[in-house]
Each structure stands twice: as C-alpha cells, then as structure tokens.
C-alpha cells in the first residue's frame, strides 16, 4: 500500500513543508496544488485544497502539495509574493529531478491560483493550469501577464465570489490567449464551502481531458 509522504523541499535556504502522494502507477503525471493568502489564513490544508487532494489521492492521481515560506513548519518569511514563486518552482524541480515526472498540472486556488499558474511557463513539463478563484484585481497585472500562456489554461468560478469579483471574472478571462475554458460553480462565494465537490468534478472533467 502507498502512503502518503510527509517531505521537505529545499529553496535555497529554507525548507518547505509538502505532503506528496505518489501513484505506483508510475505513470509520469502529477499535480501540484498551491494555496490560499498566508495572512488570511491560507495553507495546504485549506478546505478546498484538501478536497482536491484527497479525491486525486483516491483517484490514484500523483499530487504534491506545500506551504508557502513562513506558514507553518515551512521556513522563511512571507514576502509579497515575489519569493513565494520560487516557491513554486523549487516544488515543481522537485517533481521533475527528484521524483522524474514529464507532465505536470498546477493547480491553484486563489492567492496560491495567482502565485502557482504564473510558472506555467517556467518548465516544460508543466502542461497547463486550473485556476480557482483567482484574484486579478487583489494582486494586480503582474501575475494576469505571468500567467498568461499558450498551454491549457482551465479557470473555475463561484458566481456569489466577491473576494475574486465575479462580476470582473469575463474582463479578465478575455486577456488571456487560447487554449482556455471556464466554468461557473452557481451559488459559489469565494471560498466554497459547501461545494468543494463540485470543484472536485470539474478538476477531475480536466484531468481525464489532459492526462
């Protein structure tokens, strides 16, 4: 039986709480998920990170998650974000030279949708994005531009969000280049309690396109 690995990853000169699960499949696909704003409360074990987690873990998905620097037993200290993309990519080289995955899908949700998916270009093993809840007009053009790309982008929306404005989500949407797709979580504010397993069905509908 697989269990599920409690792990440090190295960025420079800290370390980085994660749990990872490695499918015995092999099979050279993964997730990495990266989560809500440090100081409102965000780390990996966010409700809909978590629900994430452990349906691709039942899935027999191989998914990664992490805390950012300075939350929980992760070192550092949380900066504006600048360093926290690092952080990103110092867990998807892991992914890749340590654990020799080819094809890897972020998913973020968020602060952690506007951190992770703009490295989507940083490797090429990353294969795409799914963006839940992410927040342009909170963290502004920098990471709208980062995550712009031309590899699959998937952007989930609740319809009641008011923290990620649905009424600015189709503004935004439209900057972005093809390939994209959306879809609408009815009834949704921001943070999605109560429908954590809608959002589970849409990234396993993207899963079973990409993977």
């Not at 499918?23 to 809909?48: C, E, F, I, R, W």
């Not at 998914?63 to 037993?73: E, K, S, T």
């Not at 951190?115 to 990471?143: R, T």
Request: glycine share 6%; net charge negative; hydrophobic share 35%.
């Amino acid at each position: 039986m697989v269990k599920l690995q409690k792990i440090y990853i190295e960025n420079d000169e800290i370390k980085l709480q994660a749990e990872f699960y490695k499918s015995p499949k092999y099979d050279k696909k993964a997730v990495l998920l990266t989560h809500p704003h440090p100081m409102y409360g965000g780390n990996m074990y966010n409700n809909v990170i978590s629900h994430i987690f452990n349906l691709l873990e039942e899935k027999d998905v191989s998914v990664l998650r992490f805390n950012f620097r300075g939350v929980d037993a992760s070192n550092g200290k949380s900066s504006s974000g600048e360093l926290e993309l690092t952080d990103v990519r110092a867990s998807l080289d892991y992914l890749v030279s340590q654990e020799d995955f080819e094809n890897i899908l972020i998913c973020g949700y968020s602060y952690g949708a506007a951190i992770g998916c703009s490295n989507v270009d940083y490797l090429e093993e990353v294969i795409g994005y799914i963006a839940i809840s992410f927040p342009w007009d909170f963290m502004g053009e920098k990471y709208k531009k980062l995550s712009n790309s031309h590899k699959p982008k998937y952007f989930i929306q609740g319809t009641l969000d008011n923290v990620a404005k649905f009424d600015r989500f189709d503004y935004h949407y439209d900057f972005y280049d093809e390939p994209k797709e959306k879809f609408y979580i009815e009834g949704a504010d921001h943070f999605y309690r109560g429908y954590e397993h809608l959002i589970g069905e849409k990234v396993n509908d993207i899963l079973e396109e990409l993977f």
